[in-house]
């Protein structure tokens, strides 16, 4: 893990199994021989809410920055979690990789996202316990009104 932010993501991940929530983590639930593109579209696509976990590195993952704009495209709720950086930090630099539509995709959602009520820590004075606090009851939180919302919109029988 190239960030120490992800060292806590299999902590959160255990957290929110305990509370009910049943997240999906690459790491963890695809298995060799899975194509990745393909698992994490379903898991986005079945999901009520999608935590991202914005770190000094986020922006040089392509898979990070993939996962941020199908949330976005699939109108998912995002709770971002500013980890050691600050919304007006993040930037997606061009590369050879991204064609002018793919990295306009990634620019547009990393923009929403800085735009998007987060929870911000500094690993060096923050408190970790805290920290798993915040993001599990923010994210149950937003599952339960984006239920709600979904109720909401069913018709009565």
Not at 45 to 73: I, M, Q
Not at 94 to 116: C, D, G, H, I
């Amino acid at each position: 893990m190239a960030d120490s932010g992800r060292a806590f993501v299999p902590l959160l991940y255990d957290n929110l199994m305990d509370k009910g929530i049943r997240p999906f983590l690459d790491t963890i639930n695809l298995k060799p021989g899975h194509k990745l593109f393909e698992h994490i579209n379903k898991a986005i696509d079945s999901c009520k809410v999608g935590v991202a976990v914005l770190t000094p590195s986020y922006c040089n993952s392509h898979f990070c920055l993939h996962e941020l704009a199908l949330l976005h495209e699939s109108k998912k709720r995002v709770v971002p979690i500013f980890y050691d950086i600050k919304p007006s930090q993040l930037q997606v630099k061009p590369n050879a990789r991204y064609s002018p539509q793919l990295l306009q995709q990634f620019v547009t959602a990393l923009e929403e996202t800085k735009y998007t009520v987060g929870i911000t820590f500094d690993s060096l004075n923050g408190d970790w316990t805290e920290l798993q606090r915040k993001i599990s009851d923010a994210v149950i939180m937003n599952v339960l009104e984006v239920e709600d919302e979904e109720n909401r919109k069913k018709p009565a029988c």
